[in-house]
């Protein structure tokens, strides 16, 4: 077959869009191995985030120069068609690709609540899309893996294109005249189907949400199960966590909720620590700490979301196993109980609590007598035996969650102990210990059964995926095999004993039985 020279087939790439391709390709391949094997280079996690943004500012100058002032080849007169057409679909697929995954990267962490500055400088901050939903963030991120693979695979037919299909049958110069591009292969519709995957849902025509009339019953409702009471009472603490959670609150258990101290007045999230609880647990752990007027105020907080303060003072006399941790371990903290007068939930426009904090924003007219407590000396410890040898603090264990006939105690019991040493083991707790990692905003916290059972779900997600365990470079830390499938295992038993525990608690018709799950 004769060979045809780079010229036949018309001008080769100009040299910006030469320099374009090859910069991009080394970018990219870099990302990938950054993110296959994370720890290599120290702050390689970080790094792999800001090659992202370096791609899609390349990609989009690259799109730019193609249209305005670029030199692609010509096609050679006897091309066929159909290649003719595959070769541009391919093209156009590789820049949606190319452009879509760091944008499924940012909205991955925003799904997670995770702050995105822009190659880590802290005064560029991307703008919050979601509030915290882990469920939307696992969905992004399998979004994102199909991008990411899609895009490779197309960039490993495309080189196999070039180099067999032109420069070894045909022999027309195209591998030269590129010097170095070409790319091959379909895979449009999968950019598509991404970039629909994007498109909000519309939802069902439905009432607009009326704060106001929600924030009355939300006061009245919580004044109701959890009264003004001398605040070390314990019969009226316990008489709160059997009552909160059966009125209009009731719409908080079955979501995930940010729960944090009080916020900066021109941000909701950003520049504090959060936890993150279920919220059928927050309601019965934390905001059982609290007792209620039945005064509140409806305010529009500075995120575009309503915010609703109802009345609360803290019950800070109450026995140290009476609170879901040891939270007096720093006296700045207690006190910021203690002073507080106000439980602020913000809601976005379909009537979801997103956000809870507590706050001393409000007023102390109602606080009656009210002597602040000094807290017993804090022993490094999330759970402690009291004097009596009984497991403390005692709000905080499954016995606390079910019903003292559940079958499912005893087992759920043993499995969370199991899980506990696997994850102390991988250093995998995720607490704050009881102050923050450095490096984390949304805290996900297994100290206590309590805990992890709200968190059980977010964990093993990722540990699955490989972002957990961190090191101090906030870099993923592979666990050994054999003890990364035992916390697994374990894992998954411990979490399929509470889903037990749970249709127990609905078969048998249990106060506050937690909802089956809609898949």
Known sequence: MPTRSASASG???DSTSIAFHWITVVLVLAMFLLATFPGVIKGSIDLHKALGFVV??????????????????????????????????????????????????WLYLDAKAIDVHPFGIMAIELPAVFYYDRELAMTIYEWKRVVVYSLLALLVVHAAAAIVYHAMIRKDGVLRSMLPRTWGSTGIAIAAAALIGFAPDSG?????????????????????????????DVDAHEACRRNIGTGIEAVMRTDYILFGGQQPAKAWLKDKKTSVFRGDLYQDM??????????????????GLTTIGVQAYFRNAMPAGRYPYPFWHAEAKWKAYENSNEMRFRIDEAGKVVFAYRADIGSDENRGEYKPVERPTFLGEWMWRD??????????????????????LAPLDDAYRKMAINFRDADCTVCHMPEGHRKMNKLTLLQTPYHAASAIDAVLDEVRTGKMPVDDYNDPKPLPDKLRTELLENGDTFKRLLETADAW????????????PIN
Not at 204 to 232: H, I, T, V
Not at 296 to 302: E, G, I, L, N
Not at 505 to 516: Q, V
Request: aromatic share 8%; glycine share 6%; charged share 20%.
């Open 11 to 13: 001008a080769s790439y």
């Open 505 to 516: 608690e609905r078969a048998n018709n249990r106060p506050k039985a937690r909802p089956a």
């Open 387 to 408: 004097d009596s040898g009984q497991a403390q603090p005692s709000v905080a264990l499954f016995s606390e969650i079910y019903s003292p006939d559940n079958p499912s």
């Open 56 to 105: 899609f500012g390349l990609v989009v100058l690259r799109v730019i120069w193609r249209v305005s002032l670029g030199r692609s080849r010509r096609p050679e007169p006897d091309e066929p068609l159909l290649l003719r057409l595959a070769a541009k679909g391919a093209h156009i697929a590789i820049y949606g690709l190319l452009l879509t995954a760091p944008v499924l990267g």
């Open 204 to 232: 069902r025509a439905q009432e607009p949400f009326d704060a106001n009339k929600f924030a009355a019953e939300l006061a009245a409702s919580l004044a109701k199960s959890c009264p003004m009471a001398n605040p070390g």
């Open 286 to 303: 934390y905001m059982s700490m609290y007792m209620y007027t039945g005064q509140y105020r409806v305010q529009k907080a500075p995120d």
